[in-house]
């Protein structure tokens, strides 16, 4: 069980003080656009994630003109009860806190209060990038085992620190930067192979379940593919960072490696970037999240936390109630500006107002 049974903000985005109760099972948090429905969300997935699902750098969640802001949760883990605490400082490390006990590490943090996050934004893990798609896979494999999360922090690291050496050399191969480079390369052999082992393997996890949940969505059977089968990963990343050192070393940065992949998606044979229409591709991205979502419900043995920001208002009747039907959750939150989303059973009602709860009933 993942459950928040109470949830305090302080000067976090527009809220300057929050404390509120919260229920298991559906909530729904209602109100005009810009009232601070989504940053309650945020907040949430702060404490799972320990970032924003917005891709906001933490300075952004602190509200403007304040030095820091706190974020404070009771939560129900599995059979713990906990309190945890985060407090976001500009400037400074965030330090959290669980049960009055600081964190050597905030990545400590991770896995205690796993969470899915569904926005309107999903859309880009078919339309956009493939930076979109690999950061899908490896926050899922943060969520699934935390100790991914050192592994992509090295692999950031050192590719870093190499592309400052290439830089530097200026395209030439001098001794001491052969030397040097040598040492980066069996680094980032090591950490890289590690985690592209580990997004290949979660890939053939998940596509079962992505099939299963579009076929489920759309109400037919096109099959789902994907697809991460990077050349370097069967090579071995050290030989083809061998291979291009003198395109490198003319270019300044890493050529290859897990930060250039690409999780290819496709549908009924055909790449879903290009040739799928818009709903397909929005049914596509929602597989993937409840695909993630059931993986890391089955791995970890407790169902995350459910966070589905404004994500009706672009389903029609039939795809919204078949997600629900498709989401299993201890606690879910939605958020709507445009009227009521089709949830069923008791629900807790949050009516959101410039930053603070205006009303709240439960039915």
């Known amino acids: 069980m993942a459950v928040l049974r109470r949830l305090s903000l302080r000067d976090f985005r527009n809220y300057i003080e929050l404390d509120i109760s919260l229920e298991p099972g559906r909530i729904v948090i209602s109100g005009n656009n810009g009232q601070g429905k989504s940053n309650m969300l945020e907040a949430v997935a702060y404490l799972g994630s320990l970032g924003s699902f917005r891709g906001a750098p933490p300075e952004a969640l602190i509200r403007a003109g304040q030095p820091s802001a ?12 906990l309190l945890i605490e985060a407090e976001l400082v500009r400037g400074r490390p965030n330090r959290i806190q669980i049960n009055k006990q600081k964190l050597g590490r905030a990545r400590d943090l991770l896995g205690i209060m796993p969470v899915t996050v569904f926005g309107p ?4 893990l078919i339309k956009g990038g493939p930076g979109v798609r690999r950061r899908y896979l490896d926050d ?52 890289g192979e590690a985690l592209g082992r580990a997004r290949q393997a979660l890939v053939t996890a998940l596509q079962p379940r992505v099939n299963a949940a ?8 096109h099959p789902v593919s994907l697809v991460y089968e990077p050349d370097w990963l069967g090579l071995g990343l050290f030989s083809e960072l061998e291979r291009v050192r ?3 070393l003319r270019r300044g940065t890493t050529l290859v490696g897990p930060h250039r992949d690409e999780l290819e998606v496709g549908l009924a044979q055909m790449p ?13 991205s929602l597989a993937l999240r409840i695909a993630g979502h059931h993986e890391v419900g089955d791995v970890v043995g407790t169902s995350p936390v459910l966070l589905l920001d404004d994500v ?4 029609d009747q039939g795809r919204a109630t078949s997600l629900l039907s498709l989401l299993e959750a201890d606690q879910t939150m939605v958020t709507t500006a445009a ?3 089709p949830v069923d059973g008791p629900i807790q009602h949050l009516v959101v107002e410039a930053g603070s709860v205006a009303s709240r009933n439960t039915r």
């Open 70 to 81: 706190v974020i404070r949760a009771d939560v129900v883990s599995g059979d713990r009860e």
């Open 246 to 248: 003198s395109d490198e």
């Open 312 to 315: 009706f208002s672009e389903l």
């Open 140 to 191: 899922l494999l943060v969520q699934l085992h935390p100790r991914n999360d050192k592994v992509r922090t090295d692999v950031d690291k050192i590719l870093k620190q190499r592309n400052a050496l290439l830089r530097s050399a200026g395209g030439r191969a001098t001794p001491d930067v052969d030397a040097t480079l040598n040492v980066w390369n069996a680094k980032l052999a090591e950490a």
């Open 121 to 124: 934004d999903d859309l880009e």
């Open 214 to 221: 579009y076929a489920a969505l759309a109400g037919e059977g």
């Open 272 to 284: 879903a970037r290009t040739h799928a229409s818009q709903g397909e591709q929005r049914t596509l």
């Open 339 to 341: 009227g009521s989303p």
